[in-house]
């Protein structure tokens, strides 16, 4: 059905295909949001496909011709030629997201709702959700919930990091469990990230219950619980660096060097080591739709730090 859809989409599907789709849609309401997924990751395969590739060196030996030189080397360059995709290359990048990312599948938990697993792989992806609530899924995180909320509570779970404004009702709670770690609201904002290691969650707008193992936190607006053992830690937070994957933006406000890379080593999967006392240094910005070399640029500038390239690791001094 997956390249059904695909080539219905494309507007390559013969006429007999287009209405097996059709019928296939019109089954029902699981069928149709299923379709609807689909779609949102073919337009996005379509971006993707049309957009220009920066090539990695290419990239880095931008940035080394902006920013002062840091050593003696240089970066040997080799260019790449892109040609451009035909549908039939955007098809093929379509099924392999599917495959790989943005994959939605179904599953009847016994004797409870029908549950749906958003994937996200390599992109962020937003859902609505039955009660009108809205999630941002950041990339490689796993999203599961009902297909419809019955009873009395909304229940969730989550693998990886995910941004949610939850539609108000207090009649019944939206728990979002994450790692051992269960997150309890009636309506507000929030982000929660979590592994293996921890569980993180910082509240934007509203009250947040973060509990595990008996022991619980309430968190106001602009406070951060930090679950690693038995139970969570309250904190301030003092930076809106983990809103990065919502709004395509690094907001710093006094923000130490330190953070800004925690948050730049997550979103462009590279390895930034910060040494000496440049991890103490404040920088007060906001790069909105940056390129990594360009972030790097105004750091480096701004700052007065070196940037050099070690292997796979970037280097600020």
């Known amino acids: 059905m997956d390249e059904l859809l695909a080539k219905y989409l494309l507007n390559e599907a013969t006429g007999a295909e287009q209405a097996e789709v059709e019928q296939w849609i019109a089954t029902g309401e699981e069928n149709k949001r299923y379709y609807e997924h689909f779609k949102l990751m073919l337009e996005r395969s379509r971006k993707l496909a049309e957009a220009n590739m920066v090539d990695e060196n290419e990239a880095w030996e931008r940035f080394l011709q ?45 004797g409870g709702p029908k549950m749906i697993a958003l994937q996200s792989g390599d992109h962020v992806l937003i859902d609505t959700l039955s009660d009108g609530s809205v999630v941002t899924i950041n990339k490689h995180a796993i999203f599961s919930y009902p297909e419809s909320f019955k009873g009395d509570t909304r229940r969730v779970r989550l693998e990886g990091e995910a941004f949610f404004n939850v539609a108000p009702d207090k009649s019944k709670p939206f728990i979002i469990d994450a790692n051992g770690t269960q997150v309890k609201v009636v309506g507000t904002s929030f982000n929660v990230k979590t592994n293996s290691q921890k569980t993180e969650v910082i509240v934007e707008t509203g009250v947040v219950e973060v509990s595990k193992k008996k022991k619980a936190v309430k968190l106001n607006p602009h406070e951060r619980a930090t679950v690693s053992g038995d139970g969570p830690i309250k904190e301030a937070n003092d930076d809106e660096l983990y809103s990065y994957y919502k709004n395509n933006e690094f907001i710093c406000e006094h923000t130490p060097l330190s953070r800004l890379v925690d948050a730049l080593n997550d979103a462009y999967g590279v390895r930034i080591v910060v040494t000496g006392d440049a991890g103490s240094r404040q920088i007060t910005t906001t790069f909105k739709n940056k390129s990594l070399d360009e972030i790097l640029t105004i750091v480096a500038e701004t700052l007065k730090v070196r940037i050099e390239k070690n292997g796979n690791e970037i280097l600020i001094k």
Do not use: H, Q
Not at 66 to 90: C, F, G, N, Q
Not at 94 to 103: A, P, R, S, T, Y
């Open 66 to 110: 902006k920013a002062e030189p840091a050593a003696d080397t240089a970066t040997a360059v080799i260019p790449v030629r892109r040609k451009p995709l035909s549908w039939v290359r955007v098809a093929a990048i379509l099924l392999v997201l599917v495959m790989c990312g943005g994959l939605i599948y179904y599953f009847k938990n016994a």
